[in-house]
């Protein structure tokens, strides 16, 4: 029989699980049952069943949510646990103060509980709950909670997988969360690798988007024909932000928000930044766009496929590379199928590459399956189950596009010596079921995001980009307006 140990002076309660369940597997818990109170055992088995029940029948819910939130002032830690649990399942999106209460429970696994359901029950972005989440991150004497509080922030900004280069990723100004897990809901910490590929979206008008700076970094231009009347230029819409030290920039489509924009790190900083991430929640489709400096350092396990990425993008595009596309695609993908969780990943479209503005691309597609929880073995093949009390989780199923490139963002023609080469990879991803089938009603939003991506140290050929969908009629009355000063001016 499993037997956990309880004490300060005991190996912690979490580990003691962790490692029960990994060693016997699932079917070592039910051995516990024995020792559990009847009285208590009872109440847990009501919870999973109400919360299974109102999942299915909204008229159930209020029912659930009465019996969990009185379970969370029961004795027993398993019935608190359990009370947690199926308000994470039922409870509506931002209620999640009552949980986050418990985070100064007395047992353990209530505490890293009460921490992780708040990932589920807080609408992404709340600035509340993460900042709430931060400071146990910081603050939490219990490593297995201020790792769930990681987690949890992550799964509110965003949901993120594994790229090749070293470091770990940050987030530029909402500052220090982990980007790990391969476009999905996080868990467990990041892999070799950096991490990438976000999941979230909220936040402000759609438009293109462009390097954001710190105020005062540079100067900033007339807006010009991007500032143009909504009613002129339909969804192009002005930049908000000047060119930052590498031009880039894509157009979000129409019923997408941003989320968060960051600020593109100092030369002398060399960290992978997650610049924007947008997405519309209604349709479930979501954008992250990546920064992330290569590694050649001899020492450094990943140098020679980095070097192998550097020699494929910077070959001339009269010439065939020396790398093949395959072998360049794949230090990318080998990253991604290493994340935590990580149950199934196949290619949609096999990578192949674009040619935008004479800059060469990788453009592939990928479906993946990823367990929110901890991956169990069995006779029936793998499961995905909760740790806080080990029901079955559904899997988080995504197809991903992806466009990348790399450049030593102009170092070399500025005479600089041993450039920095970065990845600029951009990840459009939505429900698999719905986006299988060519990608269901996400395909309009797909192709205008990944057709508008474009990195350039060249403001013309940014410019170029912009205004390419401009018919010469809009061109002529556009350059009208500005003769005549009608069109407005950024002060700086």
């Not at 399942?89 to 708040?118: C, F, H, I, K, N």
Request: net charge negative.
């Amino acid at each position: 029989m499993a037997v956990f140990r309880r004490g300060y002076a005991a190996e912690p309660v979490l580990s003691q699980l962790s490692r029960v369940v990994s060693a016997q597997g699932t079917g070592a818990l039910e051995q516990l049952h024995a020792s559990h109170p009847d009285a208590a055992e009872q109440r847990r088995d009501l919870l999973r069943r109400l919360g299974a029940e109102a999942e299915k029948d909204d008229s159930k819910k209020p029912e659930a949510i009465r019996e969990a939130l009185d379970a969370l002032e029961d004795e027993h830690s398993l019935v608190r646990l359990a009370g947690i649990h199926a308000l994470a399942r039922v409870a509506s999106m931002g209620s999640w103060q009552g949980v986050a209460a418990m985070a100064t429970d007395p047992d353990e696994l209530v505490r890293v509980a009460a921490v992780r359901a708040m990932g589920r029950m807080a609408e992404p972005g709340d600035a509340e709950a993460l900042e709430f989440l931060e400071k146990a991150e910081k603050e939490a004497k219990d490593r297995s909670v201020r790792g769930a509080a990681r987690d949890a922030a992550a799964r509110l900004r965003g949901h993120f997988g594994a790229l090749p280069g070293g470091g770990q990723a940050t987030s530029g100004s909402v500052g220090g969360h982990s980007l790990h897990h391969l476009g999905f809901v996080g868990h467990q910490g990041h892999r070799r690798g950096v991490a990438a590929l976000l999941l979230l979206a909220l936040g402000v008008a759609p438009g293109f988007l462009l390097p954001e700076v710190p105020q005062g970094a540079l100067p900033r231009r007339s807006l010009g024909l991007a500032a143009a009347l909504p009613g002129l230029l339909g969804t192009l819409q002005a930049p908000q932000i000047a060119r930052a030290e590498q031009g880039w920039q894509l157009k979000l489509p129409r019923t997408w928000r941003t989320f968060e924009q960051n600020a593109q790190p100092p030369p002398e900083v060399k960290k992978a930044t997650a610049l924007v991430v947008a997405g519309n929640p209604e349709q479930g489709g979501e954008l992250v766009v990546l920064r992330v400096p290569l590694s050649l350092d001899p020492n450094d396990p990943n140098a020679k496929s980095n070097k192998d990425l550097v020699s494929y993008f910077t070959s001339g595009l009269d010439k065939q590379p020396s790398v093949p596309t395959a072998k360049a695609a794949e230090v990318v993908t080998s990253s991604q199928k290493t994340a935590p969780g990580l149950i199934k990943w196949n290619f949609l479209e096999q990578p192949a590459e674009k040619v935008i503005y004479g800059r060469r691309y990788l453009k592939y597609d990928y479906e993946a399956s990823i367990c929110p929880g901890v991956v169990t073995k069995g006779s029936k093949g793998d499961t995905c189950m909760a740790i806080e009390d080990t029901s079955e989780l559904p899997l988080y199923e995504r197809r991903h596009r992806i466009l990348l490139t790399v450049t030593d963002e102009g170092a070399t023609a500025r005479g600089e010596k041993d450039p920095t080469y970065y990845i600029w990879l951009l990840d459009i991803s939505g429900p698999a079921q719905e986006a299988r089938d060519n990608w269901g009603v996400l395909k309009e939003a797909v192709t205008e995001v990944a057709d508008s991506f474009v990195i350039s140290e060249d403001e013309k050929t940014l410019e170029k980009a912009r205004t390419a969908e401009i018919t010469p009629e809009q061109l002529k009355a556009l350059e009208q307006l500005k003769k005549e000063g009608a069109l407005p001016e950024e002060k700086f």
